[in-house]
Nanobody, 114 residues
Framework: QVQLVESGGGLVQDGGSLRLSCAAS???????MGWYRQAPGKQRELVAT???????NYAESVKGRVAISRDNAKNTVYLQMNSLTPEDTAVYYC?????????WGQGTQVTVSS
């Protein structure tokens, strides 16, 4: 059973920073890890992904403000978010592709106050 455990969400002021972490419990190799988010009344959307080799992909809305990284030895992915705005308020979900299956974390709330 694969589990993704997220941490690091919370309340931050406009312009602030947060760092999210997600650790995957698995014995299998993880190809892609990443983060998606879902704001109230909206569909879940991509934030950023990173492959095992380090190739990254970012949503246009976060480019320049967000950095994704991973520690393959720890099966952990990180999301450093800077210059946060109220529009970044959402539940952030960790994602991992393991043996061609998709896995999701429970989600962590990020709230940016104006």
């Amino acid at each position: 059973q694969v589990q993704l455990v997220e941490s690091g969400g919370g309340l931050v002021q406009d312009g602030g920073s947060l760092r999210l972490s997600c650790a995957a419990s698995t014995i299998f190799s993880i190809y892609t890890m990443g983060w998606y988010r879902q704001a109230p009344g909206k569909q879940r959307e991509l934030v950023a992904t990173i492959t095992k080799g380090g190739n990254t992909n970012y949503a246009e809305s976060v480019k320049g403000r967000v950095a994704i990284s991973r520690d393959n030895a720890k099966n952990t992915v990180y999301l450093q978010m800077n210059s946060l705005t109220p529009e970044d308020t959402a539940v952030y979900y960790c994602y991992a592709q393991i043996v061609r299956r998709d896995y999701w974390g429970q989600g962590t709330q990020v709230t940016v106050s104006s």
